[in-house]
């Protein structure tokens, strides 16, 4: 067993303390400390459903080592918004119908936030290329791609203002 | 009799789902996020040879790692099995099919579960898993169906392999082939499939203060209690299956699959278990869909009429018979598609072989039959010299004929409409372009909605009104991601005059939801919102008919609606709901109901002609697909994804084109790029990034035509949409790729390698014999 050790993971703007050993995963970490909105489908980064923002990039959680994760800034879906207050992706994915069984939505929502950030205008290869990380098999992504242009289109809107 | 509601309030708008909000806020717990004080964390060890005799295994030095609570072999287990037989089912009997809970001595698939651990941490689980040694000796096996039927060929289910046969004999089939002016006969191989839910299978156990194990798990079947309680040797109400929403199920958590585990080591170790499968356990761990041979011969005449039609089927039943002699009977009853057709023979066979065992899948075999049936089609109207499209039409089976076991399915038969609507939506074909070729296909089908009706299903529902007008529905359906929970409280607020937000849905629990059955074969909604719609009905008259005496109308003057009672035609007269319902609460009037729904129930099918009736109804549609092939590299892209189907009628639509969306991508991944790969019955390809399911890179946007013909025999005349929105899918695709490239890819999935040998295979032709 390697050695263990304290650090503190600032996850969605909150200082959170947690003993991990070396090879601990980010994903077994975050959800160690009660992060179970952080979902693990495959542990090999082939599906994307564990994505969190490390300092504004969609990562795979379950590739990043807990420690390498110190001092970032973290977010899970949960920071992006909660059931009274829904962050626009959120509520375009809510309202679109572009969560199905749920489970690849905490991770394919990440990667929504990091496209509109990356392109405020996404074209829909925008959308294609940041969401092929991120395995869904109930939606056909048909109404995800849709949530992410809708998203996007809310958030511009916002930012001018109106 | 109160009067129905003259319009829609709730029923037919795409409203959002109740289950959406927790969803994309990260607050919905799924079975996996579920932990204990003092829980424990298991680990399966599994067989690595598929055929073997099990030698030797020794545990010891896995027990004997610190932090190892417990370690259980067949040794240490009674000679019990657990049920493979259909779940869910009160009253039938049950095959004598088990499957052994460990291996005790005989290993016969790969992956066989041989031993389980459960230790303080996962890390030392998976240290202690290391620790177990183990001795196979291999043992011939045999892992094609046809090796398997060969005299002399392994035993894996004795006497002859052969797990279950079925016939339909109708007609005259001979007579049939001896009117027909051409007879087509070709064979297609359909593959296995993985369910490749996101969420593997996972849960959590322990023992409560009443001696009952309770588990929480991710699963499609509460009612597994009961044989749960049979494997572990408890009564049956000592064991309580608490659900929660399930990450995807598509079948594949329709039978057994951590429950058992987890019911044994919290027994013995009197503490919370918790047991998730990886990604790799969950390939090996849970059986696939039936590979299918088919051989279609069709008698057909100039005019395009089908005369006869014989069809041979045969199934990869895998290491243990689980749903196969079911999966085989939907295989059956599909084998002629939505075509008339008089002279029909279909002999059908289940066979086990050495491979991963298989189940239960989305479209259950008729998914299978589909898939032959539609490319013979094509292949027929071009034998013929007929259009595509206009040979269907010839044949298709119209609204109170019978279909292929002499049954009249009671609701609108709409194929034609849907195959015209669907086709005629792919619009302008794209061009050509270098060595990208076009083309298009189509697919039309029949999928039954609702269980075999020989099962005699139920399902029971109750619903309450709160003293503030809110609404509790209480059922145990599973909800494994299709919107099931929230299309019940759309029909419960329907009926009781409320909106969407008024209304909690409770479910998924064996020991205090009423039991509605399983979340499979397209049932949830038939059955459970009917038992639900029923259960509301009754809270209605009664409600209805206390707000009548208060107007002093008869009850069928009033109606629930916007949170009021009223009188219909002077709305004037009215009273908010709150108020009525204390009236009622004030005068001990009964504002809850608990109902039981009742599929029909029938005898089983007819043994020597198959026929009769076997499902409640069936539903009915058409997929149409453009598809650029590649000549050089033999890629196949979808360019269009047309489904067009009559749903009966929408609950939701919004829910209802997730449905055909997510269709259309399951069945886009079975036609072209997910193969599971086996050799010797070892699965080479249990991961992602192996076993290729489309991204977000592959799948077009899916456009989706629903029509409702109001004719189901579900709630509001709804039909089912769960299944039949991928069985069309894939033959759709094979017909594109055929028309593109003017040769048949016989065999799924159709991937680059499959696409260039038939292109081989069509300029070697071209090039050997010059056709006149």
Redesign the interface.
Known sequence: MSTERTIMLRVNGRDEPGRFPAHRTLLEALRQIGHTEVKSGCEKGDCGACAVLVDGMAVDSCLTLAWTAEGAEITTVSGLGDLDALHPVQQAFSDGGAAQCGYCTPGIIIAAKAIIDRHPDPTEEDIRIGLSGNLCRCTGYTKVFEAVSEAAAIMRAGSDGR | MNRPNIRFRQVGR?L??T????????????A??YVMPGMLHMGVVRADIASARLVRLDVSKARALAGVACVLTAADLPERTASTDIPGQVGQKRLDTGQQILVRERVRYFGEPLALIAAETR?IADHAMELVEIELEPIPGVYDPLEAMKPGAPVVTAPDNIVAERRIRKGDVEAGFAAADLVVENTFRTPFQE??????EVGLAWVDENDVVNIRVSTQVIEHFRPIADAIGVPHNKVRIRGA??????GGKEDLTVEVYLALLTKRTGRPVRL?Y??EDSFVGHGKRHPFILTYRTGVTKEGKITALDVTMVADSGAYVFLSPYVLLYALVAAPGPYRVDNLNVFARAVATNNMFTSAFRGFGALQACAAYEQQMDEVAQAVGLDRLELRRRNFLKTGEPMSTGFVPPSAIWTDQCAERAWAALGEPAPAEGPRCVGRGIACYQQSYGRLTFLHDTSEAWVGVEMDGTVVVRSGVTD????QVSALGQIAVEVLGVTLDNVVVYNSDSAVTPLAGTTTATRALYMTGNAVKQAAEGVRARLVDRAARAFGVEPDAVDLGDNLAFVVDDPEKSMPLVELVRTCGAEGIHRSELAMFRAPFTDFLDPETGQGQAHPDYAYGAHAVEVAVDVDTGEVEVLKSVAAHDVGQCINP??V??Q???????GQGYALSEEMLYEEGRLITP???EYL?P???D?P??ECIILESRSGVGPYGAKGIGEPAMTPVAPAIANAVADAIGVRVFEMPITPERVVRALKRRDEAARSGPVA
């Open positions: 795409p959002t789902r289950d959406a909000p927790g969803k994309v806020t990260g607050r919905t717990p799924y996996g996020d890390d369910h490749a839910f996101l969420e593997p929403l399930v990450g995807g199920g598509f998730e990886t990604r494994i991601g299709a919107g919004a829910a084109e997730g055909i969306q997510g269709g259309a991508q399951n991961s992602f990034s399911m991204t977000a890179m799948m946007k899916v």
